[in-house]
C-alpha cells in the first residue's frame, strides 16, 4: 500500500489562501490515496486561516511596565486615549464575535467601571450593536469628562438601554447570555468599592457550582478580571473566573493564571518602539483581525456544534419560474455580500468503479448552456467524467444560509473558449497550469519550482504562452436545480 501526494487543481476552497504554501513536512500527507510510509509532495497545500500563539512564547507584563507604555503611547508616540480607547473596544467586540455568534448568544451586558476599562466596554458595546448583538449597560460611576460623555451619547442615540444597578435582574443568567467585565484595569488598587463590589460578587456567582446545572451567561474580562491582583491573579482564589479574558497591548502576569477557554489578544496598535523597548514578543495578527487568540482553541463536542439560521423566507411563490433567474440573483446576492470567492463550488464525480470524489473548483462563468470550469484534463476528476460524463456541484454561501445544487451531464467546452479563456488569465497561472500535472506523482516541490523558473525565463520576452493540450474547460449541462435557504429549527425552504 501507498500512500502519495498529489498535484491538486489549484481552485481551492473559500477560506483558503491559492498561494503555493505548504505547512505540512514528511511524513505528513495533503491528499492521500493509499496508506504507507512513502514520502511524495504536492503543488498544493493548507493555509492557517487563523493564527495562535503558545501561552508560553509571549511577553507578560508587570503593572510598573504596562503604566509605562499607556504614558509612552500617550505622550511622545502620539496616540490619544480616544484613539486607544476605540482601538481596544473594537479588539474586544472581534474577540467576541470570534467566538460568540450573535445567533446564537446576543444578550450582551457591559458592566463598565469609571475608568478607561470601562471606556473600552462602552466602545466594545456600541460595535457589538453593529455587529448584530442586543448590548445593555450598566454604568453606575459615570465620567465627567467630554470623552466618556460622547460614548454615552453615541450609545443612547442607538436606543441601547442602560440599566442601574437596582434595575440588574438579581440573577444575571435569566436575562443576558455575555457579561463582558469592564469595571477595573490594570492601575487599579485596594478593595472593590459599592456598587462595584457587589457587581463584582454576581459575577463571581456566575461561575459557582450552584449554577453548574443551568445554562450560566459567559463572563468576558478586559485585560484584567476585575478584583484580580494585576500581577499575581486571583489571590483568594473566590474571584471572578472569567471564560474569555481579552488581553490589551500585552497580557499582564496575572493572566498567567487564567484557566478559562478562550484568551485573546487584542490592541493591534504597539509600534516597534515599545516591542524593542521593552523586548516583547507578542504574536502576529492574521490578515486585517483586531484580536489573536492565545493558545489553543477548546475541544468541543462536535455534536453540539449547531446553528438555527435566521433568514428571509424563501417560498415556491418567491422563487423565479425560470432557474437560471433565480441562480444569477443569488449569485449576484453572495458577491454583494463580499463573501470571498462566491464562485467557489464543490464538484463531484464518479467513474466505472462507482467510487464518488468531491473537490473544489471556481465557476467561470454559466448562461442557459450550463456551468463552466477549468482544469486539467489528465486529473482524477477528467479520467472520472471520461467514464461517466455525469456530474453535480454544490454552491454554498454560509453567511446568507443558502447552498444551490445542480446536475447534469458534462461535455468539454470548445477548444476556442479554452483559448480565450486561458489566455485572459495572469501569466503565473498560465505557467501555473503547465507547471502542475494534477494527480500525478512528483519527486518534490524543487521540480515544481525549476519548471516554473525555465518557463518564466523562456517567455520573460512577454511572448504569448501556449495553452498546453492537457488543460481546458468543462460545461455541466442542467437537468436539475435545488435552491436551499436555511431556517429556524431545521424548517428549510426548499
Known amino acids: 500500500m501507498k500512500c502519495l501526494l498529489t498535484q491538486s487543481p489549484l481552485s481551492v476552497a473559500p477560506n483558503c489562501k491559492n498561494n503555493i504554501h505548504q505547512i505540512f513536512k514528511p511524513p505528513y500527507l495533503l491528499s492521500v490515496f ?27 507584563l508587570n503593572q510598573r511596565e504596562a503604566a509605562e507604555i499607556d504614558e509612552l503611547l500617550m505622550g511622545p508616540l502620539g496616540f490619544s486615549v480616544d484613539q486607544l480607547m476605540e482601538l481596544a473596544g473594537l479588539s474586544v467586540a472581534t474577540s467576541i464575535a470570534e467566538v460568540y455568534k450573535p445567533g446564537e448568544c446576543n444578550r450582551v451586558l457591559a458592566l463598565c467601571g469609571p475608568g478607561n476599562n470601562g471606556g473600552d466596554g462602552l466602545v466594545a458595546a456600541r460595535h457589538l450593536y453593529h455587529f448584530g448583538y442586543k448590548p445593555s449597560i450598566c454604568y453606575p460611576k459615570r465620567t465627567a469628562k467630554d470623552l466618556y460623555s460622547g460614548l454615552v451619547t453615541q450609545l443612547e442615540s442607538l436606543s441601547i438601554p442602560f440599566l442601574s444597578v437596582e434595575d440588574l435582574p438579581e440573577d444575571l443568567s435569566t436575562s443576558f447570555d455575555i457579561v463582558v467585565d469592564a469595571i477595573f484595569g490594570f492601575s487599579f488598587h485596594g478593595s472593590p468599592r459599592p456598587p462595584f463590589d457587589d457587581l463584582i460578587k454576581r459575577l463571581i456567582a456566575l461561575g459557582s457550582p450552584s449554577q453548574k446545572h443551568q445554562k450560566s451567561p459567559v463572563v468576558v474580562s478586559i485585560d484584567i478580571p476585575s478584583g484580580w491582583d494585576v500581577e499575581k491573579g486571583d489571590l483568594s482564589g473566590e474571584g471572578i473566573k472569567p471564560d474569555m479574558l481579552v488581553s490589551l497591548t500585552a497580557p499582564k502576569l496575572c493572566a498567567r493564571n487564567f484557566s478559562g477557554a478562550h484568551h485573546f489578544l487584542g490592541g493591534r496598535f504597539v509600534p516597534p518602539p515599545i516591542t524593542d523597548k521593552f523586548r516583547l514578543d507578542i504574536p502576529a495578527y492574521p490578515g486585517t ?29 418567491q422563487a423565479e419560474a425560470d432557474p437560471f433567474v433565480q441562480f444569477q440573483n443569488w ?19 464518479t467513474g466505472k468503479d462507482g467510487k464518488p470524489s468531491s473537490r473544489m473548483v471556481l465557476l467561470k462563468g454559466f448562461d442557459k448552456d450550463g456551468f463552466v470550469w477549468y482544469t486539467n484534463y489528465e486529473s482524477q476528476k477528467a479520467h472520472q467524467i471520461s467514464q461517466n460524463p455525469n456530474a453535480a456541484l454544490l454552491f454554498y454561501w454560509d453567511a446568507l444560509n443558502r447552498q444551490v445544487r445542480v ?4 461535455e468539454k467546452v470548445s477548444n476556442e ?29 524543487q521540480s515544481l519550482h525549476q519548471r516554473q523558473e525555465e518557463l518564466e525565463a523562456q517567455y520573460s520576452d512577454g511572448s504569448p504562452i501556449p495553452k498546453p493540450n492537457y488543460w481546458g474547460g468543462y460545461r455541466l449541462k442542467l437537468e436539475l436545480f435545488e435552491f436551499w435557504q436555511g431556517q429556524p429549527s431545521r424548517l428549510h425552504d426548499r
Open 417 to 445: 473558449e479554452s483559448e480565450h479563456y486561458f489566455h485572459s488569465r495572469p501569466r503565473g497561472s498560465q505557467i501555473g497550469a503547465i507547471v502542475s500535472k494534477q494527480s500525478t506523482v512528483i519527486p518534490g516541490r
Open 289 to 317: 483581525s483586531m484580536c489573536v487568540r492565545i493558545g489553543k482553541p477548546p475541544r468541543v463536542d462536535i455534536s453540539a456544534l449547531r446553528e438555527n439560521y435566521i433568514s428571509p423566507e424563501f417560498s415556491e411563490d
Open 331 to 349: 449569485f449576484d446576492d453572495a458577491v454583494a455580500s463580499g463573501l470571498k470567492e462566491p464562485n467557489a463550488m464543490a464538484l463531484s464525480t
Open 407 to 410: 446536475e447534469g451531464s458534462v
Open 34 to 60: 493509499r496508506i504507507s510510509n512513502s514520502r511524495k509532495y504536492s503543488s498544493n497545500s493548507i493555509t492557517e486561516v487563523k493564527s495562535m500563539a503558545s501561552p508560553k512564547s509571549i511577553s507578560y
